[in-house]
């Protein structure tokens, strides 16, 4: 009987188990569980043969019918035919009582063999075709690049209120569609208008819209199926780095936003002051009226002040915005966007770096890559996102960032293929005035051929000041002295992370510094005591006393995120991958 009844449970529920993933369904098949149980408990009868000693517990513990005495049959028989005939109800499709609520990707995933009833589903509007008996909307969350297709009576209750941008609830049936777009379709039986819409003043229409017109519009461009699937793929890339490092036992931190000094030296910085005494910046000579008592900046980069916190825990990493006050109009640069930046403590191999930099890529990539969103990302259709690179040249563009063994170049051995080829180039590959972006993609094409390619070892004096002199003989290839440092580069956006090992020693430390014009003269700590009048000091002296007691080996890279994120969606301006981007000349909101 026992056997019986669990291969009913199993036929009656098959559909249930495998169509139906609310957790609603987990309850009835729960109650189900109970029903079985509570019949596979000996008669009542059994229980005052017990109390009377005329059956042992051995026996009934038995899973052997035929070592149970004064048995009613009569009764089992009856329990038995009561249980089957409430299975029974279970063979029929389940009239559900409580609404199944599903996003819009979950809908269209869901593919149930007869008609499941009392879904409901919200989202916004995105287009709607009217006809005599019928509306025919198409519904989108962001949960996927496809609409839901929804069929809606021209009577049903606030109909009348669905246009093209409206927030609404719908609840109906999902059954088989007759249509070829869609397995399913939603019949609706009930509309709720959560938030209203003007169709004719909705600035984002069915037709087809520009890039650059959506620029136009930061807030509203979200809501456009593209963008919504550009968050989402950000949000699992996000997601992907963090495990990773957490993995490779990194511990995240958030360095400051606003700086005392560019870390660069570049002096392309915003500096920072109050707007209610914006003048205060003319006012260097009279630091009591400045805010902080002297000049502070937006961060161009949060490195430095992560190896400060290296010194505590070890290897560290952020994700942080950074801020740069470029006078450009590319399509590579903004002036705000988000660097991944990391640093690893007692390291003294630049091999080191480059293995953290590219694990950390391949294995974001590989993680990323079987995820839904990415899958119907790379595998659209239509004219969705037509303004992109063809998906398949971004699919191996995925496929080059998940190969293994990136190649690795010198700086030097670069320039000399370079100027083998100088004919193709509008800029002569000099070794004095590093690569032109023509060269990188070059470089990137022909030696990576489809991978990215590390080069490294660059001329000293086009390096910032804080990477290490080259610690090997050197090169009598090397027209001059070059840094442990790399340039990580990909096919047609060119650069897209750079590292170095970090100089940890004090005194070449001081050199560079005065080779690149950052401090003069005698360089005197700001905890010196003792420090002489007159002493030249500066706002990166934390910075040097870092090197003072106790510096450890270190190195570490820093990725622009949004580039990144580019090269591996697509999309061709860095403009279209962050949802509020600011450049020279605009900040909309």
Not at 340 to 359: H, I, K, P, T, Y
Not at 396 to 424: C, N, S, V
Not at 468 to 484: A, F, K, N, Y
Not at 568 to 579: N, P
């Amino acid at each position: 009987m026992r056997m019986r009844m669990r291969m009913r449970m199993r036929t009656g529920m098959r559909s249930l188990i495998f169509t139906n993933p609310n957790p609603s369904a987990v309850r009835v098949m729960r109650g189900m569980r109970s029903i079985v149980l509570a019949h596979q408990q000996p008669p009542p009868s059994l229980y005052k043969d017990l109390d009377q000693g005329r059956i042992s517990r051995r026996s009934i513990s038995s899973t052997s019918p035929r070592r149970l005495e004064n048995i009613d049959l009569k009764e089992l028989e009856r329990l038995t035919k009561e249980a089957e005939e409430r299975l029974k109800q279970y063979d029929e499709p389940l009239k559900r009582t409580v609404p199944l609520q599903l996003s819009v990707a979950e809908c269209l995933r869901w593919e149930p063999e007869s008609e499941e009833d009392n879904v409901v589903v919200q989202g916004y509007v995105r287009s709607v075709r009217g006809m005599k008996t019928h509306r025919f909307v198409s519904l989108g969350d962001g949960s996927s690049l496809a609409p839901l297709q929804a069929v809606v009576p021209a009577d049903t209750n606030q109909a009348e209120g669905l246009a093209i941008g409206a927030a609404v609830r719908l609840t109906g049936k999902w059954v088989a569609s007759p249509g070829a777009s869609q397995s399913h379709e939603m019949q609706v039986t009930q509309v709720d208008i959560l938030g209203p819409s003007d169709a004719k003043t909705f600035p984002i229409q069915k037709k087809y819209q520009t890039p650059e017109y959506l620029r136009t519009i930061p807030h509203l461009r979200p809501r456009t199926p593209i963008n919504a699937a550009l968050l989402k793929m950000r949000s699992e890339a996000v997601a992907a780095l963090t495990r990773f490092f957490a993995e490779s036992h990194f511990t995240q931190t958030h360095p400051p936003i606003l700086t005392s000094s560019d870390c660069e030296g570049a002096g392309e910085v915003f500096t920072v002051a109050p707007a209610s005494n914006v003048a205060e910046l003319s006012h260097e000579d009279n630091k009591s009226k400045m805010f902080f008592r002297n000049k502070k900046y937006l961060t161009v980069s949060t490195q430095l002040h992560l190896e400060a916190l290296a010194q505590s825990v070890g290897n560290v990493w952020t994700l942080s915005p950074v801020f740069r006050a470029e006078k450009s109009d590319t399509a590579r640069h903004l002036s705000e966007f988000y660097m991944l930046e990391a640093e690893m403590s007692f390291v003294n191999d630049l091999d080191e770096v480059m293995d953290l930099a590219e694990d950390m890529i391949r294995n974001m990539c590989i993680t990323m890559y079987e995820s839904p969103t990415v899958y119907e990302f790379l595998n659209r259709e239509g004219r969705i996102g037509s303004d992109l690179v063809p998906p398949e040249e971004v699919n191996a563009r995925w496929e080059g960032m998940m190969a293994d063994e990136w190649p690795r170049i010198t700086y030097t051995d670069a320039i000399e293929f370079l100027q083998d080829h100088a004919d193709k180039f509008e800029h002569k590959p000099i070794w004095t005035e590093g690569l032109h972006s023509e060269h990188e993609k070059f470089i990137a094409e022909h030696v990576g051929k489809g991978k990215p390619v590390f080069v490294t070892d660059y001329p000293r004096d086009i390096k910032a000041f804080y990477m290490r002199e080259g610690q090997s003989l050197p090169d009598i290839s090397s027209p001059g002295p070059t840094v442990e440092c790399f340039d990580l580069l990909v096919p047609d956006l060119c650069e897209i992370a750079g590292g170095s090992m970090r100089e940890h020693r004090l005194e070449p430390l001081l050199e560079a510094m005065k080779r690149h014009n950052i401090v003069a003269g005698e360089f005197t700590s700001s905890m010196d005591g003792n420090a002489p009048v007159g002493a030249k000091t500066g706002p990166l002296d934390w910075y040097v006393d870092l090197r003072r007691w106790g510096c450890a080996p270190h190195g570490g890279f820093g990725i622009g995120f949004d580039r990144l994120l580019c090269y591996l969606t697509g999309v061709q301006t860095i403009r279209d991958m962050v949802s509020f981007p600011r450049w020279f000349g605009r900040c909309d909101c």
